[in-house]
């Protein structure tokens, strides 16, 4: 299959074009993160089997997507998109609270989104590895955009006075590096903790780099 088939245009049953494509696309993805975040998982999963999951077609499908990773490429940036929002609410509701109770706020927010569904961890930490270079790609793009809502945030702790001024760039891409292997391990039980624990030492972790022991913040 080279390219996606045109879908139908024109309104029926009362919705639009656009609305049944909506539908349509949210019914593959929602079937996708059953078989690819659970069992068969990505790899084993067929055009046919996701198309049955969604109760649609295979012609429906390829109205949709060319590839099942395009499948994927897409439900990667619609988890990580959840647990962006989870955060960005979560710094918002946060922004007037003491620097150590706005981090927990974040970790709370992204750690409640990532893992309110293991199938959701296993999309963002396992299954999009190694699938091809464009899928690495974007693993890697989102990889950095945390890294730069991580150095914004410590960047404004810093002009309040709240944390060490500094580039952070090298100490928050080693720290997204441990967030993303901490939940993998956890939702693994490889981590015998709760995720209240795991969410605590995430949030020791963050503020140790903020706030190193040879810091002197001096008077606010």
Known sequence: MTGRLRAPTG???GRSAEERQAERRARFL?????????RPGFRATTVSALSEAAQLSTRQFYEE???????LAALHLQVNGWAEQAVRDALADAAPLPLDERVAALFRAYAGSVAADPRRIRITFVEII???PRLEEQRLARRAHWVDLVCAEAAAAAARGEAAPRDYRIAA?????SVNGLL???SAGWVDASLDEVV???VRQLLAILRPRDWNPGPR
């Open 11 to 13: 309104r029926y049953g």
């Open 30 to 38: 929602g079937a996708a993160l059953q078989l690819f975040g659970d």
């Open 65 to 71: 997507f060319r590839t099942l990773e395009d499948v």
């Open 130 to 132: 190694g699938v091809s």
């Open 173 to 177: 891409t080693a720290f997204i590096g």
């Open 184 to 186: 993998h391990d956890w």
């Open 200 to 202: 605590d030492e995430l």
